[in-house]
């Protein structure tokens, strides 16, 4: 036995017959609608002022479809890891402090960068540790803010 399946659009303003479905985006909000072809070419020429105005977002996926976006280590600074291994390595043989995993200092950072042009910091000694601490104590950091408590409903 074989079957035919056919199925009809239904404009969904008036309940004729409908030529496509027409899919926007508004306000972060995908809809789709059935329409004629009447009604269609009356909603893009209602939305072609702003479209004209409007900008692209992007590379957006179309409409309607949904894509998973794939989620990508990243160093945050375009580094590969292999550049910040020989960054760390770089400044740990300089006697700068850097730690093993996470963020590199700015200060670190920039002593690489500019490790052709300058020579490195040596490790700081006891007789320079007095200026270093005097800089460290002016540059201490701010205490946190507390958070304000929402009165007790009850009182």
């Known amino acids: 036995m074989a079957q035919i399946t056919q199925v009809t659009l239904v404009d969904d303003l008036d309940g004729g017959e409908a030529a ?30 702003f479209i004209g105005g409007a900008r692209r977002a992007g590379n957006a996926a179309k409409v309607g479809s ?20 020989a960054i760390r390595e770089w400044a740990n043989a300089n006697g700068l402090e850097v730690s093993t995993r996470g963020r590199i200092s700015s200060a670190v950072l920039e002593a690489y960068e500019n490790r052709a042009t300058a020579p490195a910091t040596a490790p700081v000694t006891e007789a320079a540790a ?12 701010k205490p946190k803010r507390r958070t304000r408590k929402k009165a007790d409903a009850a009182a």
């Open 130 to 141: 007095e200026p270093a601490e005097t800089v460290a104590a002016e540059a201490q950091p």
């Open 20 to 49: 496509e479905s027409v899919s926007f985006s508004l306000d972060g909000k995908t809809y789709e609608i059935d329409l004629s072809a009447k009604h269609a070419a009356a909603l893009r020429d209602a939305f072609a002022p």
């Open 66 to 85: 949904q894509q998973r976006m794939s989620t990508v280590r990243s160093t945050g600074s375009g580094r590969s890891r292999g550049e910040t291994a």
